[in-house]
């Protein structure tokens, strides 16, 4: 499985953008870049994903570089709801491919109001 | 849409007893996985499903735990006989064979104490 490094941690104060970076150099090319958020005492969330262009939707945007080795999670103004481990994994498209993500320990983003 | 359930939310038991995690995956999905997550090992994939079918079960711990899906809405997840170190929150999860992105639903978790 292509691998995912990320930030340990995060800070960002509240109002502010939060850039969270993902590096992911053995990427293949049917890997879809995914981001996962995990609140506290909840399950992880679905935030974003993207295959190669940038993406944008209601909670954030997905910056991927041209060559695919890394991306960045865009939280254009963090609240503090937003404070969570995010993780960014890589999701091949193949079915046999379905399960085997591996979530790693991800970022955990504090926000100060 | 309802989302994923589990049950039970919170269970508390002692060393030696068995433990039943029970799931209800979206309706429609074809995939279902279970996850353990721990402080120190993080969200680890136990074994996951595929039309009912167990697909990889590589990520059991060992013997103690065992998975079945005996039809497309119910899966269980059974620990036998339980020990401390069981002690975590364990995920459920599905997906459709076909989604964007393959994109992941995750239940809210059972929190398993074992004392």
């Known amino acids: 499985d292509a691998k995912t490094t990320q930030p340990n941690s995060m800070e960002s104060n509240e109002e502010e953008p939060v850039h969270l970076p993902c590096n992911h150099s053995?990427?293949?090319?049917?890997?879809?870049i995914h981001w996962y958020r995990q609140l506290p005492s909840q399950g992880p969330e679905y935030v974003i994903h993207?295959?190669?262009s940038n993406v944008n939707n209601r909670m954030a945007s997905l910056a991927i570089a041209e060559d695919r080795k890394s991306s960045t999670l865009i939280l254009h103004r963090a609240t503090l709801r937003d404070a969570a481990v995010y993780y960014c994994?890589?999701?091949?498209?193949?079915?046999?491919?379905?399960?085997?993500?591996?979530f790693g320990d991800g970022t955990t983003l504090t926000v100060k109001p | 849409d309802a989302g994923v359930i589990q049950s039970p939310r919170h269970e508390v038991t002692e060393m030696g007893q068995e433990v039943t995690l029970r799931c209800k995956p979206i309706?429609?999905?074809?995939?279902l996985f279970w996850y353990r997550q721990t402080m120190m090992r993080g969200l680890e994939l136990l074994i996951y499903f595929n039309n009912n079918v167990p697909i990889d079960d590589s990520g059991m711990p060992e013997d103690r735990f065992s998975a079945k899906m005996p039809n497309a809405s119910f899966s269980t997840l059974k620990i036998q006989p339980s020990e401390p170190r069981d002690s975590a929150v364990y995920f459920c999860?599905?997906?459709?064979?076909?989604?964007?992105?393959?994109?992941?639903?995750f239940g809210e978790g059972s929190w398993l104490t074992v004392v």
């Open positions: 993207g295959l190669t």
């Open positions: 994994i890589l999701r091949g498209t193949h079915n046999t491919n379905a399960g085997k993500s591996t």
């Open positions: 999860a599905s997906r459709p064979l076909q989604g964007i992105g393959n994109t992941i639903y």
């Open positions: 309706s429609g999905h074809d995939y």
């Open positions: 053995t990427i293949s090319g049917t890997d879809y």
